[in-house]
């Protein structure tokens, strides 16, 4: 009871203060396009047998990098679903641009970090350069919208410590060009490991976060045609010093307003902003005030909870902005993962537009802009 | 909003040009190093290119206003709506910023490096009559909010006021759209009181400097009071030159405003004629439309209903003190623009905004008077 309360004022005080529109928004926002994770369920099967806890959490259980199918599948789904001005559903897909390039660290026998651009990654996976190539497609039609999530989801520095040290299971998951990403207080103490790419523990290490947002936006616009206007941090960890060096890069909105700021010695700590907030260089801010993540548990009720999501978000006026992970629509690993997700998306979607048939949707970027022009 | 209003069967057209005297981005080197602090300044058109005008903006303006001839054989004219104070940066800083200190733009204009000519190309520009001032305002900031922001340390206002500037682009204030801008914009009863002195002594000294008292006036940002109308009709300004709508102040709620709707030749309380701008030639602000194309339907469709074609055109269009390409490739625009109208109108007269006023009040033209 006590805790039902809890979650009721909570739900509603993320929503409350700050910017609000009239209009019915929804923004799913998806983190993690272009990264690594297990390769394939080959792999994975070896992993697991050599008594890597890859069931432990939903990311190592099913993320892999997405493959054609994964992205036609959704496109094809996103393309049948039109909101009340004939636009198309579409996803942000917050996108790293690099992943470590294993063969070149190494050779270096792991003294070098190096990486390679998502195209190449592409290129090494069986449906080669073509996932690039739909991607792309997905862009051109609407249906995706790339935004910029880092240069790599991990911290090279942090990781090569680990491949350095030598930790079994990470030398192995390094063979098979696999990215763990398992708390493991033996390998990294930090919170959520090298996987927290702007997260530090001294200051030097801070200061080398400006090459690598620098090179991640310059990377971006080659890769995609177009600059990022926004940002999300890997796990959501970053520190304000990051503000000056993405709007130089044009970077103008922070997606996730609930920010986890290092302390500077590995851990974090929790800063809250309001919708619209706006900091020193005027980049503006928002909330996820919602959750999809179907992946986390297949028996939950994630149409409700969504339901639920928008209930508070459109009551104070703010647009339902909902977090869902890449891994949710991926199948490399198990594809009954991706049709379970993609099958409650329709459902979500579709209750949604019946209780509120004025919804429109929207990427990261355009509802930026919309706050960017209305703010006051 | 060409419909109701004064009516005459003549051809009249306004250039009304804003913000003449005041400084903006301070140059290419203050641009570079505020970017290289991560403030966005080379993504909005009024803080990458406005400035305070140099010797060739005006030359090269007069010469194009010069390359065409109304039914009475005059050039086009620009009234130039002058902004007659800077903030003494220098003085404000040894006061820590707890005491405002300004200076006639005529001193401002001796600190700029290619700008020892302007005051003399004014008078010459007034004399062959392509050139016209009129009063726009004291200085066109928002002193109260800009002091209490430079006390309050906020960052980006203290790197723009170490280059000489107190605005930077808009973006970077999302929640202040005019970004200090709005010089009679009201907090509370106290600004409204003081900013009615700051805009009177703005108007002596637009006498002082130019020996003739300026007869209209433009609000900074199009936010006035009808108190400051009051105040600048007891010193015999009988024009308001605006947009359809004026936003006056709602005093203690903050950039908050009552609408107030015009039309040109319409008065106030005071007597005072509004003047209502119907045509636009921005390219600088807004670069994907076809300026000379959009102006010359505008000034039909204003001569259609018989009314004067009141064109807005902001100084800014015409600066290439930090940008030589962007005054070189709208006068070009702005040429072709005269040439069209004197080619599709040739019993057009070209008139200055108080001169309009003038014309619909049957007072005896300043302008004229001046010049002969």
């Known amino acids: 009871m006590i805790e039902a ?4 004022l909570i739900a509603n005080y993320v929503n409350i203060r700050g910017w609000k529109t009239k209009r019915k928004i929804l923004v799913i926002e998806s983190d993690d396009w272009g990264a690594i994770k297990t390769p394939s369920r080959q792999i994975w099967d070896i992993l697991l047998k050599a008594g890597i806890s890859l069931e432990s959490n939903y990311f190592s259980q099913y993320d892999c990098l997405e493959s054609k199918k994964d992205l036609e599948d959704l496109f094809n789904l996103l393309n049948s679903l039109k909101d009340k001005n004939g636009k198309s559903l579409i996803i942000t897909a917050n996108a790293l641009v690099a992943n470590p390039d294993f063969a070149a660290i190494k050779e270096s026998e792991f003294t070098t970090y190096k990486y390679e651009l998502i195209n190449d990654t ?8 073509s996932t690039f190539e739909t991607l792309k497609q997905g862009i051109h039609d609407h249906l995706v919208l790339p935004q910029f999530h880092g240069r790599e989801h991990i911290n090279p520095r942090e990781w090569m410590k680990v491949l350095k040290a030598g930790d079994r299971n990470e030398i192995l998951a390094f063979e098979h060009k696999t990215i763990l990403g398992l708390d493991n207080p033996a390998v990294s103490t930090r919170y959520l490991n090298y996987t927290s790419a702007f997260n530090y523990d001294n200051l030097e290490e801070a200061k080398s976060f400006e090459s690598i947002i620098e090179e991640g936006l310059l990377h ?19 520190s304000d010093d990051l503000d000056i060096w993405l709007s130089k890069n044009g970077v103008r909105y922070h997606q996730v307003a609930r920010q986890f700021v290092p302390d500077g010695r590995g851990g974090i700590y929790a800063k809250n902003r309001w919708w619209g907030a706006s900091n020193e260089f005027g980049q503006l801010y928002w909330r996820r005030n919602g959750t999809f993540e179907p992946s986390r548990n297949w028996n939950f009720d994630w149409v409700g909870s969504v339901l639920n999501n928008a209930k508070y978000a459109f009551r104070w006026g703010k647009p339902l902005v909902l977090n869902s992970h890449r891994v949710n629509y991926v199948g490399g690993i198990n594809p009954q993962n991706r049709e379970n997700t993609l099958r409650l998306l329709i459902q979500v979607v579709k209750k949604l537009q019946q209780q509120y048939p004025d919804l429109e949707f929207m990427s990261s970027s355009q509802l930026g802009d919309y706050m960017a022009d209305t703010i006051s | 909003m060409n419909i109701p209003g004064w009516r005459s069967p003549r051809k009249l057209i306004v250039f009304e040009s804003d913000d003449w005297g005041t400084v903006r ?3 290419l080197t203050a641009l570079q190093k505020l970017s290289e602090k991560g403030y966005p300044v080379f993504d909005g058109a009024y803080c990458k290119y406005d400035a305070l005008e140099c010797n060739d903006d005006l030359e090269q303006l007069f010469e194009v206003l ?19 104070a800077n903030p003494d940066f220098e003085k404000i800083k040894a006061a820590d910023y707890q005491q405002y200190y300004f200076e006639p733009f005529i001193d401002t204009l001796k600190k700029y490096p290619a700008h020892d000519r302007v005051f003399d190309l004014y008078q010459q520009g007034i004399t062959t009559g392509v050139f016209w001032p009129q009063y726009h305002g004291r200085e066109h900031v928002n002193i109260s909010r800009w002091l209490k922001a430079l006390q309050n340390k906020k960052p980006y206002m203290l790197n723009a006021f170490e280059y000489g500037m107190f605005s930077l682009h808009v973006p970077m204030t999302p929640h202040y759209y005019n970004a200090y801008m709005d010089a009679l914009d009201c907090d509370s009863e106290a600004d409204l009181v003081s900013t009615i002195k700051i805009v009177s002594d703005g108007l002596a000294m637009f006498e002082k400097i130019w020996g003739f008292p300026s007869r209209s006036f433009i609000a900074p940002c199009y936010i006035w009071h009808q108190q400051h109308e009051q105040a600048l009709s007891a010193m015999g300004v009988n024009y308001i030159q605006g947009l359809p709508i004026q936003h006056q102040p709602i005093i203690s709620e903050g950039t908050k405003y009552h609408k107030k709707y015009h039309f040109t030749g319409t008065s106030n309380f005071k007597g005072q004629r509004y003047l209502v701008r119907n045509a636009f030639f921005e390219p600088t602000p807004y670069p994907n439309v076809d300026w000379v194309d959009n102006c010359l339907y505008r000034i039909q469709t204003a001569f259609r209903w018989g009314k004067p074609a009141i064109v807005s055109t902001h100084r800014v269009n015409f600066i290439g003190y930090l940008y030589p390409e962007n005054r070189e490739k709208n006068l070009h625009q702005f040429k072709l623009l005269l040439q069209a109208i004197v080619k599709k109108w040739p019993d057009v007269a070209f008139v200055s905004s108080d001169e309009l006023g003038d014309l619909i009040t049957g007072r005896e033209c300043l302008r004229q008077t001046i010049r002969q």
Request: net charge positive.
């Open chain 1, 5 to 8: 309360v809890k979650n009721e």
């Open chain 1, 122 to 129: 592409y290129s090494r996976y069986p449906d080669g350069i």
């Open chain 1, 220 to 238: 971006f616009k080659n890769l995609f045609g177009f600059a990022s206007k926004s940002f999300v941090a890997p796990c959501g960890i970053r």
């Open chain 2, 25 to 27: 981005s301070n140059s």
């Open chain 2, 66 to 84: 010069h390359s065409v001839k109304d039914k009475n054989g005059n050039p086009a004219v620009i009234t130039a709506n002058n902004i007659v």
